[in-house]
């Protein structure tokens, strides 16, 4: 046995990653002298109790699936986008274009439009870097969150000269007209005599999040791009062999990754605020990364991750509201949980990963039935 | 829940056995945090003060993202929070959604004059104004005839304050330069002291020896590089000589602290309309104290008292930036 088994890499060390995060979150809230049980009943009853928390975080978790999933596509051609802020940023932009100049007669028609402005937005900011790196060589990590920065500037110029209504001070765009104001889910439910809080901010991009999770795994494990994708990622060399234009794989890759990226404006800009607002993003895009790393790359993890992220982002608000711990350390506290599952990684998985062979070794010497290697060769998406 | 209920309990026993008040006001910093020692923080000031005299308390949150700033005047007003007190220009649009839902709550919205709502008390300040008296302070401190300004984010607020700013200087020289910078696009550029050291040196290096800070957070950079390197610089919003005394000029006070304090010792019966706060209602003004008592000559402050008296009787017009969103004293 040369492996985990695939349910530790899978479950166990996010989980024990989360725990050790929990833990220390706890000390910290401890230490500030106030009491860990009574933070970690409120974030729970704050995000999950009621339909109103749980509108949130469906909210916030709608934004992470956008940007983990653009970080999760990237990944699969070992290419780092960093820069899900800026694509998000320009998404945003391209639907307040859209919402603002155009005069939708019914939501769904607004929807499908937003959908494709935001995407065109987000994936034209992810192409420029793609084709540096793919026909000049230089770093994507750089490169993108670099753009970010343009993005930031670009926004600030378009909401402060051009889209700002007369009269206001506010570095914001007008508010979108009622035609396109997308159903919450308290509109979409209520039909199915569900009651859903009505001042919570999920809405019907939601779906939309999710048939995204949907499409991105059909395009990885499905198609032959997806193929060409991964075979990319595992060795740049072999896959240029097997007739891959890097090139091609690098720019097409990008334009998935910003457009998806891009996305999640159709949830904050239009669902939310529907308005463009200068901070708009508000670090979703970074966010994004730590999904992606949390969920494996996989469009089911991300989902799981956004979901989690969505709790800690709605919980820690509740927390603010409702107690004095100050917001720098539910800051931390989130942060702890992207150090322990994303940076932090290999600290569990090391240990854990020995300890799985040891008893591997102690069950084959016993001659006990040791598993059988198995017949076909590794899947593409395993680690190494 | 049951915290929260529990929580809710104790607050209201509390607010019984105060006997005045019955509800509890609320405070709403910006994103800018409740600590940045300017804006947020003379908010803080205020409730602070109210509740040291009345032994009341108060609810507080630090926003953290947009999608807050609606959740939080909801909880808060759904939590019988009375006034509910919101820092900041981007409340605006949320206060006009949340506003009509609550008729009973009064709101108090600071930097906000422009919304049309029975139960909001709006309150704006005329920083140009203040910002003018600075400026002149400026312009009779400098040797160089240069002058620096250093916004936070480059959005038209920042430039009203330098706009009044540099009008104050050229009042007082004509031939003064009046470099100007801003520290980024983000709300990152309101926490960045680290940029604004950096814009402060160069500054320097252009041969400004007096510099004003409208930046936030990031003017705690600008007036430590400031003192490092031996020039003068000014604070804003809140009092900031005591930072460097000897070495901060003035500081252009916008009495948020007072619009603050006001408001909670009204409580529920606080007066709702647009308040307009300038130089005449001292709703700002130029601070002076023993930590730069050294630095502000008898001459200079009779000019200034002067300009300020002309200001309010309207012989002096400072125009602001938002009139036709330019400035005739400086480029930015």
Known sequence: M?????????????????????????????????????????????????????????????????TGLAVAVAFHARLFNIGGEGQAMLGGLGVALICL????????????????ASMLFGALWAVIPAYLQAARGSHIVITTIMFNFIAAALLNYFLVNLLRPVGSMDPASARFPEAVHLPTLHELLAPLGISFSKAAPANVSLLVAIAACFLVWALIWRTRLGYEIRAYGHSQTAARYAGISPMRITV???????????????????????????????????IGIAVALMGRSHPFGVFIAALLFGFLYQGGAELALWTSIPRELIVVIQALVILFTGALDNMVRMPLERMFLAIGRRRRDRGEGAPLPRPTPAPLDKKE | MTYVTKLMGAAAALALSAGAALAEPALIFDLGGKFDKSFNEAAFNGAQRWAEETGGSFREIELQSEAQREQALRRFAEAGSNPVITMGFAMADPLSAVAPDYPDTKFVAIDVTWLEAPNIRQIGFAEHEGS?????????????????????MDIPLIRHFGCGYAQGVKAVNPDATVIANMTGTTPSAWNDPVKGSELTKSQISQGADVVYAAAGGTGVGVLQTAADENILSIGVDSNQNYLHPGKVLTSMLKRVDVA??????????V????FQLGLAEEGVGYALDEHNASLISDEMKAAVEDARAKIISGDI???????????PAVDF
């Open chain 1, 2 to 66: 040369d492996k985990m088994p695939r349910w530790a890499d899978v479950v166990l060390i996010p989980l024990i990653s989360l725990i050790l995060a929990a833990i220390l979150s706890a000390l910290v809230i401890l230490f500030i002298g106030e009491d860990p049980v009574a933070a970690v009943k409120l974030m729970v009853t704050g995000a999950l109790g009621s339909t109103y928390g749980w509108g949130y975080t469906l909210y916030y978790a709608t934004n992470f699936m956008f």
């Open chain 1, 252 to 286: 097409v890759t990008m334009v998935i990754s910003g457009g998806l990226a891009g996305l999640m404006a159709v949830n904050n800009v239009m669902g939310e605020a529907e308005r463009l607002v200068m901070n708009a993003t508000e670090g979703a895009g970074f």
């Open chain 2, 317 to 327: 017009e400072v125009v602001s930036y938002y009139a036709n969103d330019t400035c």
């Open chain 2, 271 to 274: 007066e709702t309309g647009v």
């Open chain 2, 132 to 152: 003018y008296l600075v400026g002149m302070l400026a312009a009779m401190a400098s040797e160089s005839n240069t002058v620096g300004f250093i916004g936070g």
């Open chain 2, 260 to 269: 603050v304090y006001d408001a909670m010792k009204a409580g529920i019966d």
């Open chain 1, 101 to 116: 100049m155009v005069p939708w007669p019914h939501w769904s028609f607004a929807l499908v439009g937003a959908v494709g």
